[in-house]
């Protein structure tokens, strides 16, 4: 099953809830989501038998890798419920989960047990002073690293860790970082500040290159550059010369991958989004509950993707560079600083479609 642009369905994430317990800045800063905030009902968030028929379904089409995330997923009750149902599909080769670790520590084995194959956790310093700066919320590193260590005890691994990087926040904090896991059976991944959703207050000036990280971490250790690991994915990979490990950084904003892009993003409340940057998304709850058949669910699903043809971040990067090209006659590889003002529609929030 192929877009516009000949790209496959492989990859589904699904966000069980648009809640979290923290209130990271990049993401769901408190000012936007504060105590009146207004949150899905629990009747309009799929359920999980809803959620394990789509699912079904794209398997049918091609999705062999399925990711839970939210909100933060371990807030959604007995969510390893849904990861068993999902685990037991036929098709689906690899159930992950993405949780910022808070509740992981007491969770990693039922979630193992459950079928899950691998986690990948958020924890954006290991300075509690910076941490809570950015999560707008009293957490702590070390409650984030027990989640890590539990999660590895019970053999959810390759355990991988995100780091957002945004300058004049945490960017000071990226060798640390390296440093505390290349000594684990970690996969540390460097990510770009991204302008998703619309409340984030994202500038280009707050972009810290994948290059500039990159070389914060090889003058302390070389690094040598590792083929993909599979079609798709996002993250660009290193391993260190000394073999001590593996690190990777995701760089949409300053080298847009979307020519690669096999995702679909389900929400909890069953909108199914071709695109992170999307600015609105198909309605599958009113199939599911308005009695459709299984050929009405794969149809419509086909059409949805059949007509894809996503790739904002690789139009932004093309708008920027002709606009400076027209200014000055030289070609410019920047992330543009208004990219996101321009845009007119609103935009689907990170912490809606799960990241």
């Known amino acids: 099953m192929l877009d516009l642009l000949d790209r496959p369905l492989r990859d589904l994430r699904i966000s069980v809830t648009d809640r979290c317990n923290l209130r990271c800045r990049y993401c769901m800063p408190r000012e936007v989501y504060g105590s009146d905030f207004a949150f899905l009902e629990r009747s309009a968030l799929l359920s999980y038998e809803e959620i394990a028929r789509v699912a079904r379904t794209l398997a049918g089409l091609g999705v062999r890798k399925v990711r839970v995330t939210g909100g933060e997923p371990l807030l959604r009750r007995d969510v390893e419920r849904l990861v068993a149902m999902l685990a037991r599909i036929d098709g689906i080769e690899e159930v992950a989960m993405t949780t910022n670790g808070l509740l992981l ?13 691998r986690v990948t956790v958020s924890l954006d310093s290991l300075d509690d002073r910076v ?3 950015i ?16 999660a590895i005890e019970t053999g959810l691994h390759p355990v991988k860790v995100n780091m957002m990087v ?4 945490n960017e000071a904090c990226v060798g640390e970082m390296a440093a505390y896991f290349r000594e684990r059976p970690v996969v540390l991944r460097f990510i770009e500040y991204m302008d998703v959703g619309s409340s984030n207050g994202w500038r280009a000036e707050h972009v810290v290159p994948a290059t500039e990280i990159l ?4 003058a302390r250790w070389p690094l040598q550059a590792l083929p993909r690991s599979a ?11 000394d073999g001590a490990g593996e690190i990777g950084v995701i760089h949409s904003v300053s080298e847009p991958f979307c020519g690669g892009c096999t995702r679909a993003r389900l929400s909890a409340d069953g909108k199914l989004f ?16 308005g009695g459709a058949g299984e ?15 996503d790739r904002y971040s690789a139009e932004r990067r093309s708008r920027k560079a002709a606009d400076r090209s027209q200014q000055t006659g030289e070609p410019d590889s920047e992330p543009s600083a208004d990219s996101h003002a321009n845009r007119s529609d609103p935009r689907i929030e990170m912490s809606y479609i799960g990241g």
């Open 166 to 169: 945004r300058r004049g926040v």
């Open 135 to 150: 999560a707008d919320a009293p957490v702590s590193a070390r409650r984030v690293l027990a989640g890590i260590d539990a």
């Open 231 to 241: 079609a798709g994915d996002v993250a660009t990979r290193y391993r260190y010369s």
């Open 215 to 218: 070389a914060q971490v090889e």
């Open 131 to 133: 941490l809570r700066e």
């Open 295 to 309: 050929a009405e669910l794969r149809d419509s699903l086909r059409g949805v993707w059949g007509g894809r043809s």
């Open 274 to 289: 071709t695109c992170l940057f999307a600015s609105a998304g198909h309605d599958l709850r009113a199939l599911l509950r």
């Open 105 to 117: 520590a007491r969770k990693a084995r039922a979630l193992a047990d459950a079928g899950l194959s």
